[in-house]
Structure formats: C-alpha cells, structure tokens
C-alpha cells in the first residue's frame, strides 16, 4: 500500500477511548484496506500512566499535557475522548486546529457551547472536525444529516438522547419502583453516572438536540435557546397513569421548524403507543427525522457505550483516511443563521396533570375556576380513591393549551385550597 499513513494523536483512554485504541490496533488491516491507507496511533494522552487499558500502548508516546498532542509533527488527527466543555478538552481542540490539525471528538458538552467557534476554526484552516460519537453513540444520525439528507428541508426532528432516562423511565414502567430507588440500580449496573446530574435534569440531552438542530435547521449552535426539564419529577403513579390512557413517558427531545424560528426543547413527555418512539426502551436511542421531499426516517440503535462509540469515532477518522472534509454543520459558519428561536411559552399542545389534595367540596371547583380563567379545557378528569381523612390524588388531561397559560395554572393550583404538594404536568405530543 502506497499511500501514508494518517497519523492519530489520542487524548482519553477511558471507556470510549480505550476502546479506539483497541479497534485501531486490532482491526488494523481492515481500516487500511477500506481507507486506502493505514490508521496509526502515534501518541496518547490520559492522565493516568500507570493504568491498565486492555490494550498494550506501551511502546506510544505518552504526552502528560494532552494539548501536546497538537503540537507534534507526528500527528495529523487528534481525537479527543476526555471530556468537558472546557479545561483541557477545550484547550486541546482549539490548539489542534489552530495548528491545522484535523480533529474528531465525542465530547457534546464542548460543541454545545464552543460548536460554532470551532468550525469556523476549522473551516479557516481546512480541516475536519468530525463529532460522529457525540450525538445518539452508535446511530450515524450526524451522517444521516450531513449528507444522506443533503438535498431535504427538516421541518421536524425529535428523539431519546439519553440513554440513561430512558433505561430508568422503562425501568420505572416494568417494575413500579420510584425514581430514586431505579436510579441506583442504574448505577450500580454502570447506566448512570456517581453525579447523575447531567443525565436526569436533560442537559446531556439538550446538548445533543442544540447540536441536531444546527445540523437540521442552517442555525448556529445555540444551547442556550433549548427549554429542558429533566425526569425527576415522574413517579410510577405517572407512568401507570399514562399507560391507562394510552401513552408511555420518555424523555423526549423536539426540534421544530414554526416559520417563525426553531423551536427545541427536551421534558419527559407522553408518546402514544404505537408509534415508534413509544417502544424504544432500555438504554437505547432513536431519533425521527420529518423531512421534504423524504418523509419520515426512524434510527433506532445503541445511544452510548465503548463499542456504539468508538465504532463512530473511527468512521469519523476513516472520512479524514479518505480526504473527506465536510463543513462541520453542513454549510460554512458564516452562512449559518443567528436568528432569534421561537419562544417556548408560544409552544401549544395537550398536558397531563396530576395534583394531590384533600377531598374537600369545593376543591374540584376551585381548580376549574384556575383553568377555565386561563382559557384552558379539560378533555378528561380521573380522581383515584375517596378518603375524607387522606389526600387523594387528580389526574386531569386538557385540550390544546399554550405553554404561558399552563405555566400561570400550575402555579394557581399550587396555591389551591387543599392541593398538598407540587402538582406534575407531563406534556402530550400526539405525532
Ligand atoms: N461513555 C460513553 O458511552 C460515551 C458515549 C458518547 C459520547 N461519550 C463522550 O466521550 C467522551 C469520553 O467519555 P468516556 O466515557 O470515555 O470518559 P471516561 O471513561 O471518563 O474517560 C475519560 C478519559 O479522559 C482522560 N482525562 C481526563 N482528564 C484528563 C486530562 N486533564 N488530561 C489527560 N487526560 C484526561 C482520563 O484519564 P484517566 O483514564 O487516566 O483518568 C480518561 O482516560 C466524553 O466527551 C463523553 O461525553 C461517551
């Protein structure tokens, strides 16, 4: 084989990266054969030398500052796999690119809030910046976006991003166990993080969608314009609730076209069985893509793990191996839109909500008065249990309502006579 090698410099040997260092050994001679030219890792970086990885990188340099990796004359790729928005993996990209250095990274935190900034970094300086990894694992959704979609207008996109909701929301639905005690059974199975944060508030979530909407919209990356709202709210009295009237919770996270901006958001929401969505449970992702002329496409697959991930990574290098360099958002930074986003509060549509109160005349009165003053109707009303002594607890569902009235109502029913805590409101979206 005639052609050189690319040259890899690597920073994070932990569970994604160790596994890239694994396939880039193991799988060597099928990498250069389908790229036409071998893959080699020429240095590594992580911050404990001593430690073992399951694959024998003994013979590579090791560099105790990752960001000089980008500074080597042996290294044409640097592909970050530490993590954070800032620190040393902001340090490092940025280095790397402004040394001319192609870049490929998992790291979704740091594109959320630096994505712009960085390909136009890259763009100047004609070089990749590849983030296969960051969005949705193993599904090729940025791919899917950058290229197989080229000639579609997006109008719609929504899907799980967080396979850790979604394996303690189906967890909670097939066991009838509260959020708390799942969550350390997620834990304890390596599905969820120590701080779980990140996680089950939404945010890893949202930095996905900001990133799938820049892609699907023409827009600049804009974390900061994505409403989110995490799981913990939900309890198994929700999940059965919602199952009685036809619909499964996930963590749902929308990005849609209104014609008057794009709108994104990610909240637990009430999916309809039946639908494809509906029935994607355990820790994995899916994403749906409503597109002109294509219609609908449904990805489904592994959302995060060593495998799903570095699998990604490395077709993310081999596009580097081949000489493909795309701009990072499918069309040059500067031509990307800063345009305001559709406000959330003008967002309509069905909500579901369950408040706790004593069984007093009165109460039920007192909540439709809150409502129907706010413009909003009740499509259904279940009241389960009746006990003068205890609280019992509502589950009404409304029609079409604006998010500003239900926002105004919640905080009415709070200050209810007889309501005993926080109502729950679950949005519905129909599909
Ligand atoms: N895990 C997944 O399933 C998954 C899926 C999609 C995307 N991602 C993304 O992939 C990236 C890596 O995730 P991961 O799960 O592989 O993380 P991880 O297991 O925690 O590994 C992080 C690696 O970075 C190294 N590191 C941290 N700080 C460093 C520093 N200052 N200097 C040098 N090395 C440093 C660590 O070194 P030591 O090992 O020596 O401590 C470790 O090898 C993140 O951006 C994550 O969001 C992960």
Redesign the pocket.
Known sequence: MSAPPLKVGL????????RVAGLLTERADLLAERAQRPIVLTAI????RN?ARGVDLSHLPWCA??VELARRSDVDVVVE????AE???RALVNEALAKGKHVV??????IAHHGTGLATVAEKQGVAFNYE??VA?GIPVIKTLREALFVNRVTRLYGILNGTCNFILTQMSRTKRPFAEVLAEAQALGYAEADPAFDVEGTDAAHKLAILASLAFGSEVDFAAVHCEGITGISPFDIEAARELGYAIKLLAIAEDTGQGVRCHVHPTMVPFGTPIAGVDGAFNAVVIEADPLGKLVLEGP????GP?ASAVLSDLADIARGVTLPAFLKPTARLSAGAPAPFAEREGGFYLRFTTMDRPGVMAEIARILAGLGISIESIIQRGRDPAAPVKIVMVTHETREAAMAQALQGIAQANHVVERPCMIRIEAF
């Not at 796999?81 to 954070?84: A, Y």
């Open positions: 920073a994070g040997l932990g569970t994604v990266g160790a970086s992580a911050r404990d430690r500052d990752p796999l530490m993590g954070g620190g040393p993996a990274t998992a790291n979704k935190a740091l990894a960051a694992g959302g995060a793990g060593a991930t």
